[in-house]
């Protein structure tokens, strides 16, 4: 069967409800994919992992305006519909739900989800509504769509505990599956941002990945603060200069960590590249 298009809550619960109680003539499992398009490798795997979690695999493009501050451009967010839908098809996507504005917020819509600890720290500093906006949208897409899992990648590991946390303050029915961050050849983290950066900034970027491997072996031998200095002089003699963060925090909940405990520690970097911000993160 070829991929089904939906573009309202109505059309996207027949769909559903249609292929739940297809071929399969079983309670057929779903799972769902949030993303908002501009569909690359990392959003394919997703794809992948789903079908290989559930037997329908419902993916969603929608640029969510909620998540966007007001100096980051929402207007200007890549847009590439038709072949989002060719390469989700390819990847045995069944349905793809591309809500219109009102299927999300329709008139009148006044409700905002707040995360707040975990949404507070890391990328919420600068970006003091992003994570409302992500887990406003997240909880919207679940509900409607009653998806039994839901598929997210770590390389946005702020934003996959938050859905996880989310999900479990509202115990909405639903496994979140956490996919591995997916990387090019050089190590550099699949992201939409990807497309902005030119070759020599691509060099730079390539570092990006060797640099927080390196501090895996550095946070062996040396305590918290120590490594954090040694990965910002590493980041600045690389030709990264401009650093937003460089935090090392406990791995499920994003708290401090306390007296130099090594048994549970993530790094989690953001740094510009000619304005571009990349972010990445690893376990240590
Ligand atoms: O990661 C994203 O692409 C977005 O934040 C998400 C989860 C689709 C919500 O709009």
Redesign the pocket.
């Known amino acids: 069967m070829s991929v089904e298009i939906v573009r309202d809550l109505r059309g996207l619960h027949s769909s559903i409800a249609r292929h739940r109680n297809g071929p399969l003539n079983t309670a057929a499992s779903l799972a769902i994919v ?3 398009g501009a569909i690359h490798k990392a959003h394919e795997k997703l794809v992948i992992e789903a079908k290989r979690n559930a037997d329908i695999v419902l993916v ?1 493009i ?3 305006p909620m ?1 966007f501050g007001e100096n980051e451009d929402f207007s200007k967010y890549p847009k590439s519909e038709q072949e989002d839908i060719k390469r989700l098809e390819s990847k045995g996507c069944d349905i793809i739900y591309i809500p219109d504005i009102d299927a999300i917020y329709p008139e009148g819509f006044d409700l905002t989800i707040n995360i707040p600890k975990l949404s507070s720290v890391l990328c919420g500093l600068k970006r003091p509504n992003h994570f409302k ?2 887990s406003t ?2 909880a919207k ?1 679940l509900l409607q769509s009653g998806a039994d899992y839901a598929l ?2 770590e390389k ?1 590991y702020q ?1 996959l505990l938050i ?1 996880k946390s989310l999900v479990k303050n509202l115990d909405i029915p639903c496994k979140v599956l956490a996919i591995e961050t997916i990387r090019d050849e050089n190590g550099l983290a699949i992201s ?1 941002r990807n497309q902005y950066l030119n070759a020599e900034n691509r060099k730079l970027a390539n570092n990006i990945n060797k640099i927080m491997k390196n501090a895996v072996d550095i946070y062996k031998n040396k305590d918290l603060e120590s490594t954090i200095k040694l990965v910002k002089e590493n980041f600045i003699t690389a030709g990264i200069k401009k650093i937003d963060y460089i935090e090392i925090r406990d791995n499920n909940q994003l708290n401090n960590i306390e007296n130099n405990d090594k048994s549970n520690a993530r790094l989690f970097i953001a740094v510009y590249i000619d304005n571009i911000r990349l972010i990445d993160n690893i376990k240590l």
């Open positions: 949030p993303t908002m969603t929608f640029v969510n998540q906006g992500v949208v997240v897409l997210f990648g946005d934003q859905i939409s």
